[in-house]
């Protein structure tokens, strides 16, 4: 008995002593979570967290409550004249018939003309005053005959377009409401940063107020735009969203919404892109003015700088915006900068590619003195210039008549290239301007080099490794002298020039 309530006595002192461990470890475990809930509420407070609100829900429900009365839905009206019916070649008397059956179910009969069809698209847009100033997209307001815009409490207005820019794809709209309207407060797209939580609001397939959210995925996105520095989102954007906002975690408007990359089925696939709000901001007061958008011209023609194009012009990376032509009469020319040229720094700005210069200059007004720095044959250069006027400026190089040399033919089969002298005929057959200098590229084999590196059928070589050429027997001396070194083409194509690089390890030996 006696070693049995020892044992027992050995077994409570133990299970005591884990039971008091235990309890210093949930006492340790609820004051961690005291301190983690006093953070949790601080990081609410400020709006940042959105997990939870001050009323314990989703941060993104308090958001969405104070922001969506000022987004709007837009519907428009277009007037279209239908086309006309397909002229039939049938037997004499079929036409006739055919020709009456299509007349009287689209018109057109007795002389008169076919009634006007209306087209109705729908859009999203958000109120950014109290007076009823709204941004939207340009492509939803274009050539539309009327446009309603309806509120989030159901009223309906006849609006007005105050102004718009086509290049940005941004428009200003406005209704005349008797009282004053909840409005969207401007944030600063500037300060965006990838990852950041954003809301999109809008009209998507006419579900109006239709709240959807994600992240910021990528900034700076480029999709073929001359001033494209799109937001990229997964924040679920789809036809009818354009125009509408997208909102910060602090609630105020970074972008507008404007368009999509869309799946097989037209649809959203996760990657919508938003124009930054600051990009709106800086037109703002020119599209209030009705005068149109007034920009800096550089006058100069660009092209991105490619790994081949940076080893075959001696350049120490990719960095800058090469200049492919020169506008005669423009401020770069006059200035002293040349086609070859790699501009890496614009008015104290780096460029650090060549999407970046179109948006810099754009934010200047004409006759502002800037410095433009560029790299020339390895050693930097800096000109001081003034901007010309984007909207006025006459960007046609002019050229010079001269006597075409004789006409001659040469075939170079390792490029799958066959290029002819410029010859008044074929000034004719490849809409060249008379007068044209050069190699005119004739031919070009779909499997070859030349094509693989983006020569074209109707392109002209003016430069071999920047020795200039006029006819088939300069270029063939040209090429003759390049040993074991990248083959870097100054080639014209319509109104621009640009530059075309084939690597000496793409041509086999011969």
Not at 366 to 391: C, H, Y
Request: neutral net charge.
């Amino acid at each position: 008995m006696k070693g049995w309530n020892m044992f027992n006595g050995r077994k409570i002192l133990a299970a005591a002593a884990v039971l008091a461990i235990f309890g210093f470890m949930v006492g340790e475990f609820k004051s961690s979570g005291a301190v983690a809930s006093a953070e949790d509420r601080k990081r609410v407070s400020t709006g940042k967290d959105p997990a939870a609100s001050s009323k314990g829900k989703s941060v993104f429900v308090d958001i969405v409550k104070r922001e969506k009365p000022a987004v709007v839905n837009i519907y428009t009206t277009q007037n279209v004249k239908p086309q006309k019916h397909p002229q039939m070649h049938g037997a004499p008397n079929e036409d006739q018939e055919y020709h009456d059956l299509l007349e009287k179910f689209f018109g057109g009969g007795g002389g008169g003309e076919a009634p006007t069809m209306p087209r109705k698209s729908l859009g999203s847009g958000f109120v950014i005053s109290k007076d009823g100033y709204i941004f939207t997209n340009n492509h939803v307001v274009d050539k539309a005959d009327e446009i309603r815009v309806k509120l989030d409490n159901g009223k309906e207005y006849e609006a007005k377009v105050v102004g718009t820019d086509p290049d940005t794809d941004i428009a200003l709209i406005k209704i005349n409401p008797k009282e004053d309207l909840p409005f969207i407060e401007f944030g600063n797209s500037d300060a965006l940063e990838v990852g950041e939580w954003v809301i999109a609001i809008g009209n998507p397939f006419g579900l109006s107020q239709t709240v959807t959210v994600g992240v910021v995925s990528a900034l700076g996105r480029n999709i073929g735009g001359r001033y494209d520095n799109y937001i990229q989102t997964d924040a679920s954007i789809n036809p009818g969203n354009s125009g509408g906002p997208l909102i910060d975690i602090d609630g105020k408007v970074i972008g507008i919404n404007g368009a999509i990359l869309p799946g097989n089925q037209g649809g959203n696939i996760g990657i919508g892109f938003a124009i930054p709000i600051n990009q709106a901001k800086e037109i703002l007061a020119e599209l209030k003015s009705k005068k149109g958008i007034s920009r800096g011209w550089l006058g100069v023609i660009i092209q991105e700088i490619t790994p081949e194009l940076a080893k075959a012009m001696k350049l120490s990376g990719t960095e800058g915006a090469l200049v492919g032509d020169v506008a005669a009469g423009g401020p770069a020319e006059k200035a002293g900068i040349k086609r070859g040229d790699v501009i890496i720094k614009f008015d104290g700005k780096d460029v650090l590619t060549h999407h970046m210069l179109p948006r810099l200059v754009a934010k200047n007004k004409p006759g502002t003195q800037v410095e433009v720095v560029v790299v020339r044959n390895g050693k930097q250069q800096s000109f001081k210039l003034a901007l010309g006027d984007l909207q006025t400026a006459d960007k046609k190089a002019e050229v010079k008549p001269n006597t075409p040399p004789p006409a001659g033919e040469d075939t170079y089969d390792d490029l799958g290239l066959l290029v002819h002298d410029v010859t008044p005929d074929s000034e004719k057959m490849f809409n060249l301007p008379k007068g044209t200098k050069g190699v005119v590229v004739a031919e070009v084999d779909k499997n070859g080099l030349a094509a693989q590196s983006g020569m074209m059928r109707g392109d002209v070589i003016e430069e071999v490794n920047r020795t200039p050429v006029s006819n088939t027997s300069e270029l063939s001396d040209a090429m003759n002298k390049i040993k074991n070194e990248p083959l870097f083409f100054t080639v014209r194509r319509g109104a621009m020039s640009t530059f075309i690089v084939i690597s000496p390890g793409q041509i086999p030996e011969q």
